[in-house]
Structures are given as structure tokens and as C-alpha cells.
């Protein structure tokens, strides 16, 4: 579709350079696996906040919010505010609470190891069952990210697919191995400026018109495209739609590679300006997206006869149609900024997760360096699972992605939020929690028809919910350490800066 070309190729390379450069530098400031995974919580408000953002939206931000809204309208601001509002919750109820009570657990480095420490779980089985979740979720979701980086590389460089897929895995992988979380963050900086940056500038650039010019056509066209309260089709949307879209937001509460942003801010003053910074990168960028898809509706419309085999490639269209070829390389690095923004997250979680709430178990005294290398390793052996699920870009895999996001939010979600705000919980509650929201996510995907439409986060929210209180309370409640804990943790809260 779009036309391989030497500047799209060498605003390419130069911009996957400028990525390895920071990888480079990042190394140089990696010493243990504090470092590594965390980056020694040395994270100011400004690379936090975009990073979380940026790790959190992928591709999707680009290809699939775009095309969902070429599709439906402004049916797609349901979706879109429920992700707002999600964002605002996580970073203003999480943030600050998450930060000051791993430090208050010995400095809990993973989502897994903070759950087991807030437990005193000594038989460490809820932290490797955590840490078993976060694995099976992410190499789906990587391999997912990588078949998208290929399909980019495909069509910018002319590859064979699967070259392409191993080109774009080895940029991932490079800065990822060597710089861990902080090459991770600050790319992911780079790249979070650059999506919005993009998401502005495209449909204005491509608009024909004024504002309301646009308005005026896109209700002519059909104006059922400019109402919140029924679909394109005329129809009124159910109840059990819109909070299925609206219910998006709560995924945020039990994401790994968002909840590390917290913990790596250096203080808790800068989690208010993370906040808002986060706030109004995401409203930027999906208000983008949106005019992105409705744009492109009309654009196609207009010059295309109508027909576009792929809503999802709205993006690309327009940057082809209106861009010069160095502007428009610029621009499409936007998509590669996407992926690789949450795929190099997702490995590094996942690498924590075997090198610290696995081998770091079963071998407690390992050197820190020794950590750092096994993480690293970690992150070339999960790549090359994700790589191998990722070849075939019909895979089935493909079709878990859909609900990964889902199963992160219920089964994390309702634990860590009653963790950090429920002085009765105990270990056996968070792991009803963690198992019964996870498992209700996979099943109710299978079901369909009425109830069963709606979106499996919520059912896997509510249910895992119920599982923590009523198993808390029947198996006798919290150690009185446990408790001791969370109070002196409450106390801190105020003072820890």
C-alpha cells in the first residue's frame, strides 16, 4: 500500500538508531536488578507518565481506535473515555499507595513479589502463580506486537514477512537486553511524544475544510456517525454495550508493565504531575485517533470511491495521501514508536517475572549481577517463544490479545486495589482473587448471547472481587504482622516523599 522508498527507509534507520543509542546509555547506568527491572525508582514525572501511556496503548492507539472509529463513529467515544477515565483512576488511586507499600514490603520490585511480601506468603505460591499468570498473557500479547512490527516492516522495506518479523524482534530485543527498564522508559518517552504528536498533526493535515465544514459533511453522509447512543446502524446501543466499551477503564488497574511505572517514579510529589502529564497525553492522543477514523471516512469517501479493504489501515492512508515521503517516514516510525513502546515493556515484565519471582526463589542468594544476566537471558529466550508464536500471522494465538487485557485487569486488578486499601485481606483471598478473575476471564469468552456479551472484564472484576472478601473473611483474616504492616504503611503515606 505505501511506496518503499529511500527517505521512508532513511528516516527509518535513523530513528531505529537513535533508539539503540539510548539502549547504549541506558546500559552503561544498569549495575543490579534494581536497575534493571526498576530503574532504580529514578523516574521523573515526565518519563513515567508518557511511558506508561506509551507501553499501555501499542498499535492499538494507531490501527485499531482509528479504524474502530472509521467503523462506528462516535459510538467509539464510549471506548475511548472509559480508557480516559481508567487512566485518571489508576495513576490518582494506585500511583502513591502501590510506590509507598512496595518500598514498605523491603523494596518489592515485581507485582508478584509485592503481592507475596504484603502476604507474608511464605510457600511463595501466590507470587509464582502471579508471576505464571504475567507469563501466559504476555507471550501472547508480545507475539501479537511482533506480527504488527512485521507487517510494518513488510510494507515500509519490502521484506518477506517472516524476516520481517525477525528485523523488527531484534530491534525490540537489543535495547530491551542491554538497557533494561530505564533504555525502556526513555525510549518509550521518544515514542509516547511522537504517537501524539502524530495523532494531531495526521487528521488536521488530511481535514478539507474547516471543522465545520467536516461536521457538515460526516452528518450528511450518515448522521447516525455523530451520536453516542446508537450504532451505525440506526440502532440503539444497549445497556450492555456501552459498559462494555466504558468498562475498558478498569483494565488499568491490573496492568504489570503500567503498575512499574509507579513504583519507578522517584517520589511520591512527582506522582501528581505524572498524573496529569498521563492525563493529558491520553486525551491528546485518543481525541486524535478519533478524528483520525472520522476523517478518514471522509476522505475515503471522497477520493478512494468508498472502499477501504481495512479499517485498520486508515492511519497509513492518509499519511501515504497527504505527506511527503520524509514527513510521512516520520510518521510511520509513529507506528513502529507504538509496538516497540509495549513490546519491550512486556518482555521486560515478563523477564522479571522468571528472574525474580522464579529463579530468585529457588536460588535466594544469587548475586545482583548475576540477577541482571539471568533477567537478560530471560528476555532472548521469551522473545524467540513470542518470535516462533508471531511467524504465522494467521496464528491462533492471535485471538487471546483480544482478551489479555481483560485477564491482566481481572485478576490483578481487584487484588492489588483491596490490598492497598483493605487492612483485612490475607494471602488466601488475593489468590481466590487472582485465580477466580483470571479463570472467569477465559471462560466467559467462549460463552455468547445475552448476558454473556457483555465484555468478560467485568464479570472477572466482580467475581474475583466477592472470591477476596468472602475468602478473607472465612479463612480467619490477616497475620497481626500483616496488619502492623498496612498501618505503618498508612502512616507513610503521608510523609514518604
Known sequence: MIESNYAITGTFLVYLIGMMAI?????????????????????????????????DMSGWLLLGLPGFAYAAGLESVWLAGGLLLGTWANWLFCAKRLRTYTLEVDNAITIPEYLSRRFEDKSKLLQIISALVILLFFLFYTSSGLVAGGKLFETVFGLDYQIAVVVGTLCIVSY??????????????????????????????????????????????????????????????????????????????????????????????????????????????????????????????????????????????????????????????????????????????????????????????????????????????????????????????????????????????????????WRNMNRNGALAGVLVGGMTVVIWKQLSGGLFDLYEIVPGFIFASIAIVLVSKMTGGPKPSVTQTFDHYRKSLDTLD
Open 176 to 421: 530491551t537486553l542491554f538497557g533494561g527498564f530505564l533504555a525502556v522508559s526513555w525510549t518509550d518517552l521518544v515514542q509516547g511524544l511522537l504517537m501524539a504528536a502524530a495523532l494531531m498533526i495526521v487528521p488536521f493535515a488530511a481535514m478539507e475544510g474547516s471543522f465545520g465544514q467536516f461536521q457538515s459533511e460526516l452528518h450528511a453522509l450518515d448522521p447516525e456517525l455523530l451520536t453516542l447512543w446508537s450504532n451505525i446502524d440506526g440502532e440503539p446501543l444497549s445497556a450492555i454495550a456501552i459498559i462494555s466499551l466504558a468498562a475498558w477503564g478498569l483494565g488499568y488497574f491490573g496492568q504489570p508493565h503500567i503498575l512499574a511505572r509507579f513504583n519507578a517514579t522517584r517520589s511520591n510529589k512527582d506522582i501528581t504531575t505524572a498524573r496529569r502529564i498521563a492525563v493529558t497525553w491520553s486525551f491528546l492522543s485518543m481525541a486524535g485517533a478519533l478524528m483520525v477514523g472520522m476523517v478518514g471516512l471522509l476522505y475515503v469517501q471522497k477520493n478512494m470511491g468508498g472502499e477501504l479493504a481495512d479499517a485498520e489501515t486508515i492511519f497509513m492512508v492518509l499519511v501515504n495521501a497527504v505527506f511527503h515521503p520524509v514527513i510521512a517516514g516520520i510518521l510511520l516510525a509513529a507506528i513502529l514508536a507504538a509496538i516497540m513502546s509495549t513490546a519491550d515493556s512486556q518482555l521486560l515484565v515478563s523477564s522479571s517475572a522468571l528472574a525474580e519471582d522464579f529463579y530468585k526463589q529457588m536460588f535466594p542468594h544469587t548475586a545482583a549481577k548475576t540477577l541482571v544476566n539471568i533477567g537478560r537471558f530471560a528476555v532472548v529466550a521469551l522473545s524467540l517463544v513470542a518470535l516462533m508464536l508471531a511467524m504465522n500471522p494467521d496464528s491462533t494465538v492471535l485471538g487471546l490479545v483480544s482478551y489479555a487485557w481483560a485477564g491482566f485487569g481481572a485478576a490483578f486488578g481487584p487484588a492489588l486495589l483491596f490490598s492497598l486499601y
Open 23 to 55: 539502549g547504549y546509555y541506558a546500559y552503561k547506568r544498569t549495575s543490579n536488578s534494581a536497575d534493571y527491572f526498576l530503574g532504580g525508582r529514578s523516574l521523573g514525572p515526565w518519563p513515567a507518565a508518557i511511558s506508561a501511556g506509551a507501553s
